[in-house]
């Protein structure tokens, strides 16, 4: 097999002839032996008649707009928000999405820092994501929890789907005074119908703790800027206590 000398910037390769001082074009059995392809009686190491194209932020397809977001794949859309990152085939992120992924296919991302993926037949109509809330309490007083811990930054429904969801969580909270901890592992079922939001059910599982600790973790369905799913905890006097929230929402809707 005869070596290779050259390869010029249309991709033709030339091979060092059999004396090994100069070039020859070489034969077809010369290219073929490298898996090159053999055009007009001369060798090339990419098949089309031009380079292919090396562009690997924006394959054929995408659309992106606002700030810091990048996309991977094809027909993948970001249509607004900062820091998002879209992965696969036709996922959608837009909305109030920040810090947010969409992954897989026709998945969709409309919150701040949400994970979304699917793998769904139809675009925007079903998904698995997570969305992590913290804060802290003070006092025993039910305290509405945030989104990345930014305030006002909340799950919301979007209103123009018939919606459900299927919610699983767990929530931990760490005593500061006493490095005491307290978990729970539980679930809840939402629906968004004529214009309502409503809380199915909600089925509080396994309460893991260091002693007694009353806390809670709670839901509810809310109206006042924007229609949500609100994730209230409560501590007790005189502890300072640090949460950490994770939801696990399966969804699906139409519309």
């Keep these: 097999m005869k070596k290779i000398s050259s390869i010029d910037n249309q991709g033709k390769v030339l091979f060092v002839d059999e004396k090994g001082t100069g070039t020859t074009e070489g034969t077809k059995a010369d290219c073929l032996a490298y898996g090159f392809k053999f055009r007009n009686d001369a060798c090339y190491c990419y098949e089309t008649v031009t380079k292919p194209a090396n562009d690997k932020n924006m394959p054929k397809g995408n659309v992106l707009s606002g700030a810091g977001n990048f996309v991977l794949g094809v027909g993948n859309r970001i249509t607004s928000g900062a820091h998002n990152v879209a992965l696969g085939f036709k996922n959608l992120i837009k909305r109030d999405a920040q810090n947010a992924i969409a992954i897989g296919k026709n998945a969709y991302a409309e919150s701040f820092g949400e994970f979304a993926y699917s793998c769904s037949r139809i675009e925007n109509r079903a998904k698995y994501s997570v969305y992590q809330y913290d804060g802290i309490t003070t006092d025993d007083t039910r305290t509405e929890l945030y989104l990345g811990g930014h305030d006002n930054v909340r799950f919301n429904i979007n209103t123009d789907y018939e919606s459900a969801y299927a919610i699983d969580y767990s929530a ?84």
């Design 172 to 255: 931990v909270a760490l005593n500061a005074v006493d490095n005491q901890i307290w978990t729970e592992y539980g679930r809840c079922t939402y629906k968004y119908c004529n214009s309502t939001l409503t809380e199915v059910g909600h089925q509080k599982g396994t309460t893991i703790r260091d002693s007694a600790l009353d806390y809670v973790c709670d839901f509810a369905p809310h109206t006042h800027e924007g229609v949500h799913i609100s994730v209230d905890v409560t501590g007790e006097a005189g502890h300072t206590v640090y949460w950490n929230v994770t939801l696990r929402i399966t969804e699906v809707r139409y519309g």
